[in-house]
């Protein structure tokens, strides 16, 4: 018999209440939208956090929007969630030919076709009730990503940095948190977008170390295979690149020495990942990308302060 469950997906989160306590008939659906692997949705949600805080710094107020922050964390999970549907309804053939994704619900048969297909569905009419809860403008800025979003999951059959195309979507939460808050986008949200854009990729070349040796027998292509033994090099490039373009954002927005400060350890988590990549430790590549829901949280936290010192002088 074939393994299901968690225990036949390396990076899942061992124990997560999904596999636990949740009803056996939902469990493959949670797996579909990777509920138990919840790094994705934490990367999906802070650039949006990110914009938020620098929308509040530039406002002049004390604090991101609390609703909207909320509204940005259900919809992280959400579209999270009908985004790895959507990937897995499209990649259900070549992840029966990768050892790490093989036992996912489509491919493993614990999903039909017709019920993810169902299931991709209700994920983003949850997305959408939370995206029409915003201005009118940053419900034209969200629905503009629709059409990055369905052409991610077939980069990876020609174009040799797929994970460029991850991070124009997975970046778009940068404009959103601005979007939400003016009614409009200027160059502080625009440079955030571009850091982030550069962060998706050198962190989701980390991730794609786990399956460097399967994608190149199945012949997928990924910015891991395209820098090859200069992969240490390439994500340095990309985190480097991200420094130089948030550094600006929050520089156009006017933050002060707390924002930076943030962003300097925020920098110097980045760099440890770098002088810690291994091309031959795929545990070692899933531990450093997680290890970005830290570091991303340490510069929101930072950003959060920064506006609340100002508007709190004393």
């Given at each position: 018999m074939k393994p299901t469950g968690a225990a036949a997906l390396p990076d899942a989160v061992r124990g997560h209440w999904a596999d636990r306590i949740a009803p056996p008939s939902l469990r493959p659906y949670l797996r579909l939208a990777r509920i138990e692997r919840p790094i994705g949705w934490w990367l999906l949600l802070l650039p949006c956090w990110w914009s938020?805080?620098?929308?509040?710094?530039?406002?002049?107020?004390?604090?991101?929007?609390?609703?909207?922050?909320?509204?940005?964390?259900?919809?992280?999970?959400?579209?999270?969630?009908?985004?790895?549907?959507?990937?897995?309804?499209?990649?259900?053939?070549?992840?029966?030919?990768?050892?790490?994704?093989?036992?996912?619900?489509?491919?493993?048969?614990?999903?039909?076709?017709?019920?993810?297909?169902?299931?991709?569905?209700?994920?983003?009419?949850?997305?959408?009730?939370?995206?029409?809860?915003?201005?009118?403008?940053?419900?034209?800025?969200?629905?503009?990503?629709?059409?990055?979003?369905?052409?991610?999951?077939?980069?990876?059959?020609?174009?040799?940095?797929?994970?460029?195309?991850?991070?124009?979507?997975?970046?778009w939460g940068a404009l959103m948190g601005w979007a939400a808050a003016f009614g409009s986008l200027s160059l502080a949200p625009v440079l955030l977008y571009a850091g982030s854009i550069a962060w998706v990729v050198g962190y989701d070349t980390i991730y794609a170390l786990q399956d460097i040796e399967d994608d190149e027998v199945v012949g997928i292509h990924s910015s891991a295979r395209f820098f090859g033994a200069n992969v240490r090099l390439g994500v340095g490039i990309c985190y480097a690149l991200t420094a130089l373009f948030l550094g600006g954002a929050l520089s156009v927005a006017g933050s002060r020495w707390v924002g930076f400060a943030g962003l300097v350890v925020f920098v110097l988590h980045l760099a440890r990942q770098v002088a810690r990549i291994d091309r031959n430790d795929g545990e070692g590549a899933l531990r450093l990308f997680r290890s970005n829901r830290d570091a991303g949280l340490m510069l929101f936290a930072a950003l959060v302060l920064d506006s609340a010192i100002r508007f709190f002088p004393g």
């Open positions: 938020a805080a620098l929308a509040a710094i530039a406002a002049g107020l004390p604090w991101p929007d609390p609703l909207h922050c909320l509204l940005f964390l259900i919809g992280a999970v959400a579209m999270r969630g009908a985004g790895c549907t959507y990937n897995d309804i499209v990649d259900r053939d070549l992840d029966t030919k990768v050892e790490r994704t093989r036992q996912r619900p489509l491919p493993s048969g614990q999903v039909r076709l017709r019920g993810a297909v169902a299931f991709l569905v209700a994920l983003a009419l949850i997305g959408l009730t939370v995206l029409l809860q915003f201005n009118p403008f940053a419900i034209g800025t969200g629905l503009a990503s629709l059409g990055i979003i369905a052409l991610y999951p077939f980069m990876k059959r020609f174009f040799w940095m797929p994970q460029i195309v991850l991070g124009f979507a997975f970046a």
